[in-house]
């Protein structure tokens, strides 16, 4: 009876502790019901070479399901599948695995492994009383993925066509065969085959497929095993709260907006659309300064006629933003031109991010700067005329996520998020 009371009075600490922590319309590393891996690359040329691994946590002793879709960096949805969680659970997941080999992870809840071989129960994980069991017969655990489901995702995260995709494409025709994209993962109810935005997806309150359980929590690296080193952090923890007016008021800007027409019944709070990142380019970081950018372009998007074509389709691309400030370390500021709309003109500005998600060498062509060392402002909102009059609150907004990796070749690389100075929910317009 005592350890049965210890235990249940440490359960309590540990969610006393999770929501002491929480912030609505501050992006911390905290529990969340869902997360967001921004950006991920595979090279297909390479058996051995550059992949993105991932984790996705339980930080709750009950047991719950995941929702994972894989986009690629033009936003286009090109895999779904579901991941079960016991109480204090952890799933480790390397994307290569998936799309080159077709393995997805392999869990099932209790009514599919009655005899727990495939999902271990620990002694501190609880039932749930809203998991959906049945609802996973027949997609726990998942079998591997076929040959042509396979051509399909290395085809749309390359930017060529899909025959599931109707020979239409996904993403961006860079021509390296260097996969690329980003992930979202939400807490479900049941073993959901749906995307954001399916009808009954989201539901007022978290009684759609998806819950507002502020229970994940998660990190990722990217492994150049050929260059000898990695970067990693932390996944983006994106809270729900149905009750802030800022995530459950129809026309505030949420991180699924556009996917349930800006009625905010998603609830999850905004990313940020201001940031500051360092970039260093020399000394112990010889490979230089990259950006990890993940954007919102505020439209649902679908597969489009290949290629990808800048100003013509999609309609959104490439991503514009407000303003760009480049300082060096004695606070000497260039200002580039940039224009505040998207899509951008074809020439003439600087556009750094014109993906949804991409890597962008700082001091590279697509991104070149005048000093070595120094900080950037980056103000990364744009209004879309694709995406209308949206978010209706405050159309220009457009959250993002910036990640900065400083590398020194063949040695080591970091990984660091760079600095948030607001919040979509306010977004700042204000460039120095």
């Not at 260097?178 to 073993?191: E, K, L, P, Q, W």
Request: with cysteine.
């Amino acid at each position: 009876m005592k350890k049965t009371a210890l235990s249940l009075a440490l359960l309590g600490l540990l969610a006393l502790g999770g929501q002491a922590g929480a912030v609505i319309c501050t992006i911390d590393a905290v529990p969340a019901a869902t997360l967001l891996l921004p950006y991920f690359e595979v090279d297909l040329n390479n058996p051995n070479g550059l992949t993105t691994l991932f984790s996705v946590n339980n930080a709750s002793a009950v047991e719950v399901l995941v929702h994972v879709v894989v986009w690629s960096d033009l936003s286009v949805p090109v895999l779904d599948f579901n991941i079960y969680l016991t109480g204090y659970d952890v799933q480790s997941v390397n994307i290569r695995d998936i799309i080159v080999n077709g393995n997805l992870p392999q869990t099932a809840t209790d009514v599919q492994d009655p005899a727990k071989k495939i999902s271990p129960v620990g002694s501190f994980s609880v039932e749930s009383a809203i998991l959906n069991e049945p609802s996973c017969n027949g997609v726990l655990p998942p079998p591997s993925l076929p040959s042509f489901f396979l051509a399909h995702l290395q085809a749309a995260l390359t930017g060529k066509p899909s025959a599931i995709l109707k020979g239409n494409c996904a993403g961006q025709l860079i021509g390296d065969n260097v996969a690329r994209g980003y992930i979202t993962m939400d807490v479900v109810n049941n073993c959901s085959l749906k995307f954001p935005g399916d009808a009954g997806y989201f539901a007022a309150g978290g009684t759609g497929d998806v819950t507002n359980q502020n229970v994940l929590w998660g990190d990722w690296f990217i492994v150049n095993a050929v260059q000898n080193f990695a970067e990693g952090g932390d996944l983006v923890h994106i809270e729900a709260d149905a009750t802030n007016p800022a995530t459950s008021t129809a026309g505030r800007y949420t991180f699924y907006g556009r996917y349930d027409a800006w009625t905010a019944v998603d609830n999850r709070e905004p990313l940020a659309t201001n940031f500051a990142a360092r970039y260093l380019n020399g000394g112990p970081f010889s490979g230089g300064t990259s950006l990890l950018c993940w954007r919102d372009s505020k439209v649902n998007q679908g597969p489009f006629t290949c290629p990808a074509t800048p100003g013509l389709q999609p309609a959104w691309y490439p991503l514009g933003q407000e303003g760009i400030v480049i300082f060096d370390e004695q606070e000497h500021p260039v200002v580039p031109q940039t224009f505040p709309f998207s899509p951008q003109p074809p020439t003439g500005s600087l556009t750094p991010c014109p993906a949804e998600t991409q890597r962008v060498q700082v001091n590279g062509s697509a991104f070149p700067v005048p000093f070595s060392f120094g900080w950037l402002y980056m103000d990364m909102n744009t209004t879309v005329a694709a995406a209308g009059s949206n978010p209706p609150i405050d159309p220009a907004a457009a959250q993002a996520w910036i990640i900065y990796t400083l590398a020194s070749n063949g040695h080591f690389a970091v990984g660091i998020d760079a600095i948030r100075l607001d919040s979509a929910c306010a977004a700042n317009h204000i460039i120095p």
